[in-house]
């Protein structure tokens, strides 16, 4: 993956997990976040959005489900603390001040 690929990943990472926390309940389904990421300018489709689910997974930020094509995430703790700014991770955008 190029530098610019990776940067990309890093914001869009960023803006699910600030997305999923001032979210009803810490949830949502990829679709929404596909037009989420696309609105702040990150530009996403499903399957790059279903592969940062995966990442964001992998390393505990989050948690999903998937029923057919359709994936519900949601936050962890540990993704609030990242999506805040009180935990760093290499791999995830660190949010401006004031969040």
């Not at 990776?6 to 997990?17: F, P, V, W």
């Not at 929404?32 to 995966?54: K, M, P, Y």
Request: hydrophobic residues 30%; contains cysteine; glycine residues 10%.
């Amino acid at each position: 993956m190029s530098d610019y690929g990776k940067t990309l990943s890093k914001h869009r990472r960023l803006t699910i997990l600030k997305f999923l926390n001032d979210s009803p309940e810490y949830t949502s389904n990829a679709s929404i976040l596909v037009e989420v990421c696309n609105g702040f300018g990150v530009r996403s489709t499903r399957d790059q959005i279903a592969g940062e689910l995966v990442w964001l997974k992998e390393n505990s930020m989050v948690t999903y489900e998937e029923n057919d094509s359709f994936i519900i995430a949601s936050i962890t703790d540990h993704g609030i603390q990242i999506a805040e700014g009180l935990t760093r991770h290499d791999g995830v955008k660190r949010p401006g001040p004031g969040r």
